[in-house]
């Protein structure tokens, strides 16, 4: 069974620094997906890493896909205020069926 | 602008009441997930469906849960009798052949009381 497991699971950090969330998944996979949640809100689609060493990039968000290692990181450069939310990845099994991580509450501080 | 869209958005029902939620995939996307979401649980995925089979719904307590998709437009989820500990976000996810992104509904609020 798919297991996919974040860390850490909560991140409290100050304006301006940059950290990593890291995403482990148990199985064989070559699609990985960040999404991020808002309080009260869906979840919005942030990135999708489709092969290995795969690379995405957004403003001051980037994430990577290691298949090899089953890992994948999101980093945060130079974190503000709106980035405060949280962040889930997720694997797709099979090329079907969509599992999450539990989450990663992000909160900036000033 | 392409959605998913769920009704209802909020439900407060009493315990042992029918309660039905409803997904409109993105028109064109042949694959649909159900997912449950608590603060205790997180995600968890309980049914989802391709070309309107269900592929898989181990994730789903079977003697209250039930989910279909009468047509390719609609996909509902259906608990009889609720359960206060089925309180809880009830989100839709639609995904296209190839399977490259899961777009996300607005979500339903359940309160069972």
């Known amino acids: 069974e798919l297991k996919v497991e974040q860390n850490p699971l909560f991140l409290s950090m100050q304006e301006g620094k940059n950290y990593t969330i890291y995403c482990n998944y148990s199985?064989?996979?070559?699609?990985l997906y960040w999404y991020r949640q808002d309080p009260g809100k869906s979840l919005e689609s942030l990135f999708v890493?489709?092969?290995?060493?795969a690379v995405k990039q957004e403003g001051r968000l980037m994430a990577s896909l290691d298949t090899k290692a089953r890992l994948s990181t999101l980093h945060i450069t130079a974190a503000v205020h709106d980035l405060s939310a949280t962040y889930f990845c997720?694997?797709?099994?099979?090329?079907?069926?969509?599992?999450f991580g539990a989450g990663t509450i992000l909160r900036v501080k000033s | 602008d392409a959605r998913v869209t769920q009704t209802p958005r909020d439900k407060v029902t009493e315990m042992g009441q029918e309660v039905t939620m409803r997904c409109q995939p993105i028109?064109?996307?042949?694959?649909v997930f159900w997912y449950r979401q608590t603060m205790m649980q997180g995600l968890e995925l309980l049914a989802y469906?391709?070309?309107?089979?269900?592929?898989?719904d181990s994730g789903m307590p079977k003697d209250r849960f039930s989910a279909e998709m009468p047509d390719a437009t609609l996909a509902t989820l259906k608990i009889q009798p609720s359960e206060p500990r089925d309180s809880a976000v009830y989100f839709c996810a639609s995904a296209s052949t190839g399977f490259t992104e899961a777009f996300f509904g607005q979500g339903t609020r359940l309160t069972v009381v």
């Open positions: 469906f391709r070309n309107r089979a269900p592929l898989d």
């Open positions: 199985t064989t996979s070559d699609r």
């Open positions: 028109l064109g996307h042949n694959t």
């Open positions: 890493l489709l092969s290995n060493g």
């Open positions: 997720a694997v797709d099994q099979y090329g079907n069926k969509l599992v």
